[in-house]
């Protein structure tokens, strides 16, 4: 291995080593699992200190492209392949941000085929708004003074109930309020992890959470998604290479293949967590699309090693930004010192609005009926795609999300801009995987496959 050495420049020796390793990466190819010089070949080849090439490998470990074998030595990755072309820091935030700027910014006559909300006509306004005005007129404070740290307790006693109906045994003590689901994974990031930390996400998966783990600068690791969750065969042998902290799972209706997570699956899951000694993330903010609930991996592990995720921005409003986040009893007051931190508390007056929901049934009622037009929905597209011709990645028991490719070799450009041309806004398949891997897969949102225009994209593209 020949280095590029400037002794006389102005770059410490040790980034020169780091850069001009990557460099021979990327140029020789990954090549994972190849072994490295040793540092004492690598030092007195290139008359370098010890400590130079120390801090390189150091440095490279720490971004995923060489890992260190016990006694060994130092070898290249195996998941080098996606990291060596995995973007900057800021050109990975740019492209997540770019994708959710296409989605927010069109105008209100797009079609946003490809977006992770209910349409707005969807949304049912009386009860929403009745539960509005009973907070303007009885609570003064609801409308003007801050949360408490952790939430309302009525709020969180409410929730409590809710979680043992899934069988997840918790108390309310357990629960801290968050602004939204983006919100939780912050604060649970930001306690948990530091930079150059290894955390496992699903593959398809949640890009939002991508682009936060970048802004940390934490190595991600994408384990792939299947029927029933997690591909565990993929997930023992990436063990074997890497040391997580965290691993973050949808389980119910995923993001984006909208496939539901299976007992046995939750239970081996659980138990490799144990083995490896990492920490869950179970994003479970469709649980209320479910019409009858399924296996929770906070169910099972009793909120020992899992973070249970809540939301009611999915289903009540995208505007009144309500989370929770039921954590192991041992973290909660560093959870809500983080939060105390960066946001001081989520919004009283929000918080307020889904407790008078809960308490008068209106939320369970708008829930039960949103159930069932998303099942009607679900059966439609399913229905037109495969009379389509269309790839379904597995067919979702509900949800609004939908997997699927085009029967043709159309490119994911290509795609893009066809549903140009029926004011049509997607979002693009690459976006779902961490190191944006090109791929004609494509999310789609049920709640709008009705509209003509989805039928005609749909129809242009087989």
């Not at 299947?226 to 063990?239: F, H, M, S, T, W």
């Not at 067919?395 to 041309?421: C, K």
Request: one cysteine or more; a neutral charge; proline letters at 5%.
């Amino acid at each position: 291995m020949e280095l590029s050495i400037n002794r006389h420049g102005g770059t410490p020796i040790a980034q020169q080593v780091e850069a001009s390793i990557r460099d021979w990466i990327e140029t020789q190819g990954s090549g994972g699992g190849r072994r490295l010089p040793s540092i004492r070949r690598l030092a007195a080849t290139h008359d370098i200190s010890r400590n130079a090439v120390i801090e390189a490998y150091e440095r490279l470990v720490a971004a995923g492209l060489v890992c260190s074998r016990r006694g060994s030595g130092f070898y290249v990755a195996d998941s080098t392949a996606s990291l060596v072309s995995q973007p900057s820091i800021n050109d990975a935030l740019e492209e997540v941000t770019n994708g959710l700027w296409g989605l927010f910014n069109a105008n209100e006559h797009t079609l946003k085929l490809g977006c992770g909300w209910l349409p707005s006509h969807w949304r049912e306004g009386d009860d929403l708004t009745h539960a509005i005005r009973h907070v303007a007129r009885s609570s003064r404070a609801g409308i003007f003074e801050y949360s408490t740290p952790q939430g309302p307790l009525a709020l969180r006693e409410l929730i409590q109930e809710r979680l043992r109906m899934l069988a997840v045994g918790v108390d309310a003590q357990q629960i801290v309020m968050t602004g939204g689901g983006s919100h939780s994974l912050d604060l649970i990031i930001r306690m948990l992890l530091e930079p150059g930390d290894v955390m496992f996400v699903e593959s398809p998966g949640y890009y939002n959470l991508f682009g936060l783990l970048h802004l940390q600068r934490i190595r991600v690791i994408g384990v792939p998604r299947l029927a029933d969750g997690p591909d565990i065969e993929r997930l023992e042998q990436l063990l074997a290479e890497h040391r997580p902290k965290l691993f973050y799972i949808n389980s119910v209706f995923h993001n984006p293949t909208g496939s539901t997570l299976t007992p046995a699956i939750a239970h081996r899951v659980l138990q490799l967590a144990e083995q490896h000694d990492f920490q869950i993330i179970e994003d479970d903010i469709y649980a209320d699309f479910q019409h009858t609930p399924t296996s929770r991996l906070a169910a099972l592990d009793g909120l020992n090693r899992v973070f249970y995720l809540g939301s009611f921005s999915k289903s009540l409003s995208s505007s009144l930004r309500v989370g929770f986040i039921a954590s192991p009893p041992t973290l909660i007051q560093r959870l809500v010192d983080i939060k105390m931190l960066t946001s001081i508390s989520a919004s009283r007056f929000a918080e307020q609005v889904v407790i008078t929901m809960l308490q008068n049934g209106s939320y369970r009622k708008l829930t039960e009926r949103l159930r069932t037009k998303l099942s009607n929905q679900m059966a439609i597209a399913l229905t037109m795609l495969k009379k389509a011709g269309w790839e379904i990645y597995t067919e979702p028991a509900g949800g609004m999300f939908i997997w699927a490719r085009p029967p043709s070799d159309t490119s994911p450009e290509t795609l893009i801009e066809l549903a140009n041309r029926w004011e049509i806004t997607l979002s693009p398949g690459h976006l779902f995987f961490a190191d944006h891997q090109s791929t004609p897969w494509l999310r789609l949102n049920v709640a709008y496959m009705q509209d003509p225009r989805a039928r005609a994209f749909i129809e242009a593209a087989s």
